[in-house]
């Protein structure tokens, strides 16, 4: 079991950048494909950024923030990022990470993931 706490999020105006973090608790993190997700007021639940387990030499990106984000892990410090360059104020959302036993299945599907952090508030003004 893992538990994964986000952190970062915040007001920025638009064209900024913002860093969040995720970091887990617990064993085998290295084992876990990891995923961004956020979700915008009356908006469902929708797929931003993935790295694959272990050394984490795969990536896969929503196309709304390709070339705009930038997701990465340090197994050494359990901890995921997701690099926000260029925001847009249609980026405002709760931002969660999303930790998936083994990966190896579809990487934006939120059923995939077995564990889910608490969110983090990312609002992004014009």
């Known amino acids: 079991q893992v538990q994964l706490v986000e952190s970062g999020g915040g007001l920025v105006q638009a064209g900024a950048s913002l860093r969040l973090s995720c970091a887990a608790s617990?064993?085998?993190?290295?084992?876990?494909?990891m995923g961004w997700f956020r979700q915008a007021p009356g908006k469902e639940r929708e797929f931003v950024a993935a790295v694959s387990r272990s050394g984490g030499a795969m990536t896969y990106y929503a196309d709304s923030v390709k070339g705009r984000f930038t997701v990465s892990r340090d197994n050494a410090k359990n901890t995921v990022y997701l690099q926000m360059n260029s925001l847009e104020p249609e980026d405002t959302a709760v931002y969660y990470c999303a930790a998936d036993w083994l990966g190896g299945g579809t990487y934006s599907t939120a059923s995939q993931y077995d564990y889910w952090g608490q969110g983090t508030q990312v609002n992004v003004s014009s």
């Open positions: 617990g064993r085998g993190f290295s084992l876990y494909a």
